[in-house]
């Protein structure tokens, strides 16, 4: 039986999950949002400290276990804004010290990847639209590998960007959803789709003009919005099934949770025979559930026998080791800009 906590902290989510054997037993969060305006990454932060010992509590009543049971601690190392993944590190950190558990430096995006398993995928292509991140992400050739991804802003960004433009707060997301819905002309926007990646600035730059010039609805917009930008990651998330011969789409990202999207995906699965798969929203959101869900699967491959090539990686991820913890801890840092292809992965 292996018990193992997960921190998330990379945004405005910081949340403390426990899985046991692949199952997840709790996934507490508290999530800072805003009345207006976006995410400061500082106030992030400090929301993250307010109510860290908080949610860790929750946890583990949620999971029933105590601190004693747990066999690691897997935190989000990055990508995400620095002052909020500091937070979830030094958290992580004292955890470690205090129980003298070892620590397993999780990447945000490879982790929304393997979750879903949970749902049944075994080798997705995965459309990974949230705030900060929009990928299309698939493992080839012993890598994680970009297919496809936004040439400026994520998706998330873009929308809670327009959304704050008419007054909406943080996330605007789930607003211009409701808003969408009462859209009935479609009024047509650039399409910027350039090979395999997207790019989203022009289309905000347009849609701000045209809801400054007081000739649209701003319904109307929403739709077009979602009609348009929804069309562009599918298309490229289509064309990366074709390329890599792949016969499962999963979606993952915090847009992710919108209907509309999930629909458009629905259909284009059906039309090519693939299988669409789509997590629970708890688990599509940023979440602790799935770092400690990957940071089993991580801990368990470093801690069984393998060829010496593969322990070598494995002994850098997992810190510390019996010895000197506190030295190699002070080593381990986040990484704010960590790339999905920058994984090393000896777990598939
Ligand atoms: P994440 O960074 O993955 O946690 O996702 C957060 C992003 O998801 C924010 O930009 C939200 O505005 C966006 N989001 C959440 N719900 C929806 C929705 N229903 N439709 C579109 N975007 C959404
Ligand atoms: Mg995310």
């Not at 327009?162 to 009462?182: D, M, Q, S, T």
């Amino acid at each position: 039986m292996t018990i193992i906590l997960g921190i998330e902290s990379t945004a405005h989510t910081f949340g403390v999950g426990v899985v046991r054997d692949g199952k997840v037993l709790s996934n507490a969060k508290s999530a800072y949002t805003t009345e207006s305006g976006g995410i400061i990454p500082m106030d992030a932060a400090k929301h993250h400290k307010e109510v860290a010992e908080e949610v860790y509590s929750e946890s583990l009543n949620v999971a029933r276990i105590n601190e004693g049971e747990i066999d690691a601690i897997a935190f989000s190392q990055g990508p995400g804004l620095a002052p909020c993944l500091i937070q979830g590190i030094n958290f992580a950190k004292e955890l470690s010290r205090g129980l003298g558990k070892p620590l397993v430096p999780v990447n945000h995006c490879v982790a929304h990847l393997e979750v879903g398993k949970l749902t049944g995928t075994k080798d997705p292509v995965m459309l990974y639209a949230s705030g900060a991140n929009t990928q299309i992400i698939a493992y080839a050739s012993g890598k994680f590998r970009v297919f496809g991804e936004t040439l400026d802003v994520g998706v998330g960004n873009f929308i809670d960007n327009f959304a704050r433009h008419v007054g909406i707060g943080f996330p605007g997301g789930p607003e211009i959803e409701k808003l969408a819905k009462n859209g009935k002309n479609f009024i047509e926007l650039p399409y910027t789709v350039k090979g395999m990646d997207i790019a989203l600035s022009g289309i905000l730059t347009n849609l701000k003009q045209k809801f400054d010039s007081k000739k649209y609805k701003l319904e109307d917009l929403a739709y077009s919005l979602q009609e348009t930008v929804f069309a562009m990651l599918v298309e490229t998330a289509e064309r990366a099934l074709a390329h890599t011969g792949k016969k499962e789409l999963l979606l993952g990202g915090g847009v992710a949770c919108n209907s509309r999207l999930q629909e458009m995906c629905k259909i284009m699965c059906k039309e090519r025979g693939a299988k669409f798969f789509c997590p629970e929203r708890s688990l599509l959101v940023d979440n602790a559930a799935m770092i400690a869900f990957l940071g089993e699967i991580m801990f368990k491959t470093s801690s069984r026998p393998t060829p010496d090539f593969t322990r070598r990686i494995s002994k850098k991820l997992l810190l510390p080791r019996s010895r000197s913890p506190t030295q190699k801890l002070e080593k381990l840092d986040i990484m704010p800009r960590q790339r999905t292809d920058d994984v090393g992965v000896d777990w598939r």
